[in-house]
């Protein structure tokens, strides 16, 4: 599967498309160059990888089943496979996760479930529920890929330990589409005494590649 890298030396960040992307999305619309100077500096390493939500999610031309099923085909693909190339090339266990939109909910879901793997989530107008993408099919695949429905369940005391070790950022507009998910994963992360950054852009639509660039300079640090 394709992927780019950008920058040789510094903190990892690995990154998502939005819905649909492919894995130069980032460079053509900016966040690349919004990055320019982390960078150039060598403070951070851009890993962007590439998506099959064309195969996955977004695919109805096939069962519910068969979508959940390479969703999670991609997964093991990210945390087998990706995950070690960027450690053995950043010579570190410290991996920070981004996404827009789309992006952010594959972001957020593998943060969550693997806690000491992801360091820093930083997402940006994310969704966090994909029941809508599965035509009301549900089991435990669906359960264990959907933040909102297995955190509020997540008991196991190591594991929250680790997830509130780690660096949240919820960014989006005041008026972005996703705010109501936003909103209830703040919730959720709250009912869990689970420490995270929520900004909220005043004013602002915020669901749109100008504002991303923005919340990804300020937040990467």
Known sequence: MDMLVFGHAGAPLLVFPSSL???YEW???GMVGALHSQLEQGLNQLICVDSVDA?????KHVD??????RHKQYQGY???EVVPFIQQRAHTDFIMVSGASFGAYHAANLFFKHPWT??????MSGSFDIKSFLDGFYDENVYFNNPVDYL???????TLEAIRRNHIVLSLGEF?????GNDRLSHILNSKSIPHHFEVLHGAFGHDWPWWRDSIGRHIG
């Open 21 to 23: 992307g492919r894995f």
């Open 27 to 29: 460079e053509d619309f």
């Open 55 to 59: 195969e996955s999610l977004y695919n």
């Open 64 to 69: 519910p089943y068969t979508r959940i099923s």
């Open 78 to 80: 990210v945390v087998n």
């Open 118 to 123: 992801f360091r820093k989530l930083i997402a």
């Open 152 to 158: 509020p369940n997540l008991n196991d005391h190591n």
């Open 176 to 180: 972005d589409p996703c705010k109501h």
